[in-house]
């Protein structure tokens, strides 16, 4: 818990930075290109929480890896390097989306289907959620088969589930509480 607070400052402190320096659509790039390698490569993130891989090695291997980062981004991550929080990185990345898409007022809305949705049901499903929301929707699909058919739309703390499954499993503890008893 404590680290994702100290994730969720360093990623505050990077957004003033970046906003400050005019450079915060390079940051949220640089630290969408973070997250994807940090969450693709394992290996990665625990040799940046090893205490015995230095910093200097640290440091090169991430230079290594992130050729074309922003010099804001290069810079922070060197002072996350030298003030030791090197294991945070793919957590303040994390986190610095997060804050990115609230100071763009985005929300992130999870839809999961049976079936990959076409363009048309995705337009449908965003201009619908804009009639909801004052907020640009950026839309995730999960493709589930459980499911059945249907789909369950999550935004935020709210979700509607409208899966066959779900249905299937209402009707079944409907089924159950029958209180028709066959007498022989």
Known sequence: MRDIKVASRYAKSLIGIAIEQNS????YSDMLSIDAVCTESHDL??????????SNKQEAILNEIFTSINTVSKAFIRIIIAKKRAGLLADIAKAFIEAYKVHKN?????VTS???????????????????????????????????????????????????????????????????IKEF
């Open 24 to 27: 915060l659509e390079e940051v």
């Open 45 to 54: 993130v625990v040799m940046l929480k090893s205490p015995i891989v230095k």
């Open 114 to 180: 049976a079936i990959s949705l076409t363009a048309d049901q995705k337009t449908k499903i965003i201009a619908l959620l804009n009639k909801t929301d004052d907020a640009t929707i950026d839309l995730q699909e999960i493709v589930n088969p459980e499911i059945i058919g249907g789909m369950i739309l999550r935004v935020g703390d709210r979700q509607v589930d409208e899966s066959i499954k779900r249905k299937l499993t209402s009707l079944e503890l409907e089924f159950d509480d029958n209180p028709y």
């Open 106 to 110: 985005i929300k992130t809305a999870y």
